[in-house]
């Protein structure tokens, strides 16, 4: 069992930058990718950036260039820093655990919520 707790969300100016921040417990020896999600109101879901235990990043394109995603040195947190922030980032932020067993089983902390104004 891995558990997620997210920090760092808020309410930010367009063009604004923050970083948001996720700490894992429990059994984050067996974290292979970290990440966020977003899902704004009545969307699904979706990817915002991944990293993996090797440093391999993958970025959404709607926020290639202007968002970095990092893992601390022991593993167990990972960070998003968002710059140029616009209103069409306003979400609820979702730090993702996923765990490689002999299937992949993902987790996810409870979000943190991004609200830019205009």
């Known amino acids: 069992q891995v558990q997620l707790v997210e920090s760092g969300g808020g309410l930010v100016q367009s063009g604004g930058s923050l970083r948001l921040s996720c700490a894992a417990s429990?059994?984050?020896?067996?974290?292979?990718?970290m990440g966020w999600y977003r899902q704004a109101p009545g969307k699904q879901r979706e990817l915002v950036a991944t990293?993996?235990?090797?440093?391999?990043?993958n970025y959404a394109d709607s926020v290639m260039g202007r968002s970095t995603i990092s893992r601390g040195d022991a593993q167990n947190t990972v960070y998003l820093h968002m710059n140029s922030l616009k209103p069409e980032d306003t979400a609820l932020y979702y730090c993702?655990?996923?765990?490689?067993?002999?299937?992949?089983?993902?987790?996810w902390g409870r979000g943190t919520q991004v609200t830019v104004s205009s």
């Open positions: 429990g059994s984050i020896f067996s974290i292979n990718t």
């Open positions: 993702n655990a996923r765990v490689a067993l002999k299937i992949y089983v993902d987790y």
């Open positions: 990293i993996t235990s090797g440093g391999i990043t």
